[in-house]
């Protein structure tokens, strides 16, 4: 079975700074896929960025960029140039038939 | 796309009592799943479907859970003889079989409060 990770229950960074959010998955595939979401409070969750397994280049969209490393099963978030409106629950989930969550990362944004 | 809308979006609801919940999919989307999500945690896989075959059911979906999808569009899932445990919020999720990476969309959610 899949099991996924997150070791920092919450985490807070100052407006406009770089933070780094970690993830740790065990499975025996070597075919799957991998999401961090994004969950505003009472709202609805959100895809940030997706990767997938069999490609060695790191995901990046915008601001957000993923460190993936297949061997270590590692898959830590990266958000630069911090905004208020990154505060948020972050989860990482794992996904080859159904996604499987982590705990999750409360995301604070201190102005 | 209207995306993936669920109702209704809160539900109270006495131990004891049935209940069901309305998931409809975005509309090209053949799959369709139940989560659970209870607070400061990560959803759990409850089910999905592909069109209307119910194709997992995880061990969390006792027998007092039941979902289907009956034409393939719209999902419901019923919970039976509600206990304080079943408190939580429920999500759906649809995604295309097509896509290649196979992402799943959210609706925003039913919330759960069995008194």
């Known amino acids: 079975a899949q099991t996924v990770t997150q070791s920092q229950p919450e985490m807070s960074v100052q407006e406009a700074e770089t933070v780094t959010l970690s993830c740790t998955y065990d499975t025996s595939e070597s075919d799957y896929y991998l999401f961090w979401y994004k969950q505003p409070p009472s709202r609805q969750m959100i895809l940030v960025i997706r990767q997938e397994a069999y490609k060695q280049q790191n995901a990046t969209e915008n601001r957000f960029s993923v460190n993936f490393q297949k061997a270590a099963k590692s898959f830590s978030l990266k958000i630069s140039d911090s905004q208020l409106g990154d505060a948020a629950m972050y989860f990482c989930?794992?996904?080859?038939?159904?996604?499987?969550f982590g705990q999750g990362t409360r995301l604070t944004i201190n102005p | 796309d209207t995306g993936v809308s669920q109702n209704p979006r809160h539900k109270i609801t006495k131990r004891g009592q049935n209940v069901t919940f309305r998931c409809d999919p975005i509309?090209?989307?053949?799959?369709l799943y139940w989560y659970r999500q209870t607070l400061g945690q990560g959803p759990e896989f409850l089910t999905y479907f592909q069109n209307e075959a119910q194709l997992e059911k995880s061990r969390l979906l006792s027998d007092r859970f039941s979902a289907e999808r009956p034409k393939g569009s719209f999902s419901t899932l019923e919970i039976q003889r509600t206990e304080q445990g079943d408190s939580a919020m429920y999500l759906c999720?649809?995604?295309?079989?097509?896509?290649?990476?196979?992402?799943?969309?959210f609706g925003p959610g039913t919330r759960l409060t069995v008194t």
């Open positions: 509309s090209e989307h053949n799959r």
């Open positions: 999720a649809s995604s295309a079989e097509r896509q290649v990476s196979y992402e799943q969309y």
């Open positions: 989930a794992f996904l080859l038939k159904k996604l499987v």
